[in-house]
T-cell receptor
Framework: NAGVTQTPKFRVLKTGQSMTLLCAQD?????MYWYRQDPGMGLRLIHY???????AKGEVPDGYNVSRLKKQNFLLGLESAAPSQTSVYFC?????????????????????FGPGTRLTVL | DQQVKQNSPSLSVQEGRISILNCDYT??????FLWYKKYPAEGPTFLIS?????DKNEDGRFTVFLNKSAKHLSLHIVPSQPGDSAVYFC?????????????FGKGTLLTVNP
């Protein structure tokens, strides 16, 4: 299994350009997430999906859109890139949402992360 | 307002000694906690987790302790190895309902010196 893969690995954009980041997972997970990581900051949730055809806003959704047309794919779009969107973007997936109670023996509730996409907006 | 705090940006220990990474949280609704390890140019990988119904969880060299009254958790690595050198993130979430969000700390860079 490849786990969680992200395309592309690196990208440089000019201000105002658009692009789409692709995330794919082969673990048949229901839940998928997009995070960004900036220097000196933890990972911040941009958008997430609780299943095929669903999306929801996270902590920092402005300037981004997402789509989950297929269960295995979660796309993150930047319609008009800004320098403030220079960051490393991580996609993650999980079979269950975090903190599901009760925690059953043998269940795994962690999120599995992709290798990241380093985006620079000039 | 930072709900999950890792107050030590970095920690340096000798190989074979114990590494203790600390994490504090402010949201009393958090009841599930995870530690992730991250190497440069890679995504975070899950290390260990603990539910609020427990105060300790062990997995090999890694032990997580949870002190709910102090809203504090710690990760112990014994013995530390050079390959443990990485950034460690603490994360927390609530349970039930529509709470799907993991809140991450800013991370602690652990360096294990040979």
């Amino acid at each position: 299994n490849a786990g969680v893969t992200q395309t592309p690995k690196f990208r440089v954009l000019k201000t105002g350009q658009s692009m789409t980041l692709l995330c794919a997972q082969d673990m048949n997970h229901e839940y998928m997430y997009w995070y960004r990581q900036d220097p000196g900051m933890g990972l911040r949730l941009i958008h997430y999906s609780v299943g095929e055809g669903t999306t929801a806003k996270g902590e920092v959704p402005d300037g981004y859109n997402v789509s989950r047309l297929k269960k295995q794919n979660f796309l993150l779009g930047l319609e008009s890139a800004a320098p403030s969107q220079t960051s490393v973007y991580f996609c993650a997936s999980s079979q269950h949402p975090p903190g599901t109670i009760p925690l059953l023996r043998g269940r795994r509730y962690e999120q599995f992360f992709g290798p990241g996409t380093r985006l620079t907006v000039l | 307002d930072q709900q999950v705090k890792q107050n030590s940006p970095s920690l340096s220990v000798q190989e074979g000694r114990i590494s203790i990474l600390n994490c504090d949280y402010t949201n009393s609704m958090f009841d599930y906690f995870l530690w992730y390890k991250k190497y440069p140019a890679e995504g975070p990988t899950f290390l260990i987790s603990i539910s609020s119904i427990k105060d300790k969880n062990e997995d090999g060299r890694f032990t997580v302790f949870l002190n709910k009254s102090a809203k504090h958790l710690s990760l112990h690595i014994v013995p530390s190895q050079p390959g443990d050198s990485a950034v460690y993130f603490c994360a927390a979430s609530g349970s039930g309902g529509s709470n799907y969000k993991l809140t991450f700390g800013k991370g602690t860079l652990l360096t294990v010196n040979p």
